[in-house]
């Protein structure tokens, strides 16, 4: 139903009645970056000068048992490849806005042009490490694409790392919506009992899901009706940022215009190839 019409008409024909442009702009809604933060960063320091990091590696030795009157046999705990992590990753995204309208715009044009370059350029890092889950335990994945995360799966995964002498700090589930749902639907995680008394009257699960925190993101790499999760420990995964991110600004004043513009060099890396166990999700 339309409104009805003014009496006079001119007073918004004349602007007696202004239309008013809020200065509160509705902001894009944005998939949660989650797992950059989740990753080893340690290596970032060591890349200041370089394009490749060369990480060695030691391998497991074993006891003998010591013989009277023999000298123990020496062994080589260097002879493992080293890792190479390369900063193989650039990219960009610019925003042009006119001067006029940055003059006469009482938005601040300028800072959500750049808060929007920013998080395009921080969602690309959080998926280059996404697209990485699939290649753990030599492209093992678990569960079933298409089917949701059970219990039984999630301590197959526990057990995989144990099985490995993977450290159990650190560790964390990576999982998208869908995950979420399905854990929600498992009896065990959400009744009051299974918090020794602790009422949880949201029915929100546990924060920690066998000694590790579920986070949720929209980022993973899709299959064909999933996507891949994961079950990792941090140093399982390394990123390297070679510098600080921050949008630059560039005036072009010939071309009456400024460029928001940012971009991000870093590199990405599989550290443990047993750190980590992708996981079928129920969805994209």
């Not at 200065?23 to 970056?33: G, M």
Request: charged letters at 20%; aromatic letters at 8%.
């Amino acid at each position: 139903m339309a409104i009805s019409a003014r009496i006079p008409s001119t007073l918004e024909a004349n602007k007696f009645i202004p239309e008013i442009f809020s200065k509160n702009v509705l902001v894009a809604l944005k998939n949660k970056l989650v797992v950059v933060p989740l990753v080893n960063h340690s290596y970032e320091k060591e890349l200041e000068k370089g394009k490749v990091l060369y990480i060695p590696q030691t391998n497991v030795t074993s006891a003998t048992e010591v013989t009277v009157g023999t000298e123990g046999v020496s062994d080589n705990v260097f002879n493992t490849a080293h890792i190479a992590l390369t900063i193989d990753q650039w990219w960009e995204r610019n925003v042009n806005i006119d001067t006029m309208s940055t003059r006469q715009s009482h938005v601040d044009l300028q800072k959500y042009a750049e808060d929007e370059v920013a998080y395009a350029i921080s969602k690309k890092m959080d998926s280059t490490l996404c697209a990485l889950f699939s290649a753990f335990q030599t492209g093992t994945i678990k569960g079933t694409e298409g089917s949701a995360w059970t219990d039984t799966v999630m301590r197959t995964c526990v057990e995989l790392l144990d099985a490995a002498d993977i450290d159990p700090e650190d560790r964390v589930w990576v999982g998208n919506p869908s995950v979420k749902t399905d854990i929600l639907g498992i009896d065990m995680f959400t009744r009051a009992d299974y918090f020794a008394g602790e009422a949880i009257p949201t029915g929100q699960f546990r924060k920690n899901i066998y000694g590790a925190p579920l986070y949720t993101t929209n980022n993973l790499t899709a299959g064909t009706t999933g996507a891949y999760g994961v079950y990792m420990h941090r140093d399982a995964l390394a990123i390297a940022i070679t510098d600080d991110f921050k949008p630059l600004v560039v005036e072009r004043p010939l071309q009456h215009q400024i460029i928001v513009h940012g971009e991000a060099l870093w590199g990405v890396k599989e550290l443990r190839n047993k750190g980590g166990v992708a996981i079928w999700t129920r969805s994209k």
